[in-house]
């Protein structure tokens, strides 16, 4: 009877060590919304504003050196035209370095998103439409409804392995006992 005690001792015992790992090592996700606003200051357009805003994942995000983040939605309005993802000559990307945001990088024919170089008020807007060519700031605003204080857990791989080897361990431990 004291052996069977033992092995559920050992099996609840197991259970609560890795449902606690797989508390412990949690991973923020959360999608981020950021609105942007370009105010032309140079060119043919100079004075008029555009708007827009784009959405991006950072669960891809490690903090550490250059990263690009790929946008799942974006919407730009520019010289009549609404812009989107699926408009662009190259793919729309966030940029981070050592998990700081830098900016948008996009671009089209007629305009460029460029990041900035060491934070978000570095970044600028270049356009070249046949009427000419000008450039302009960009302002990047985090949504307020963005739910960034309420991210979704998922548990780490590591976790998952830790829990397994537990469990692993267990077994050895029962199956050495048996012979």
């Known amino acids: 009877m004291t052996n069977i005690l033992k092995k559920l001792s050992l099996v609840a ?14 991973v923020n996700a959360a999608s981020m919304i950021y ?23 950072d669960s891809g995000l490690t903090g550490i050196g250059e990263e690009f983040l790929s946008v799942s939605n974006i ?6 035209v609404n812009y989107t993802e699926t408009d662009g000559l190259t793919d729309p990307e966030v940029v981070f370095f050592n ?6 990088s996009w671009s089209d024919d007629q305009f460029f998103f460029i990041e900035g170089f060491f934070d978000p008020s570095d970044a600028f807007f270049a356009y070249d439409i046949p ?18 204080s309420t991210p979704v857990s998922t548990p780490e791989p590591t976790a ?10 267990g077994c050895s431990g029962i199956l050495k006992k048996r012979k």
């Open 75 to 80: 919407s730009f309005d520019f010289g009549g």
């Open 99 to 104: 998990g700081d945001f830098l900016g948008l």
């Open 160 to 169: 998952l392995f830790s829990l397994l080897a537990l469990g692993a361990t």
């Open 35 to 57: 609105d942007l606003e370009v105010s032309i200051d140079s060119g043919f357009l100079d004075g008029e504003t555009y708007s827009g805003f784009f959405e991006f994942d």
């Open 13 to 26: 015992t197991s259970a609560v060590v890795g449902f606690t790992v797989l508390q412990a090592n949690p």
């Open 131 to 148: 009427q000419g060519a000008g450039a302009g700031d960009i302002a990047y605003t985090l949504r307020p409804d963005t739910p960034v």
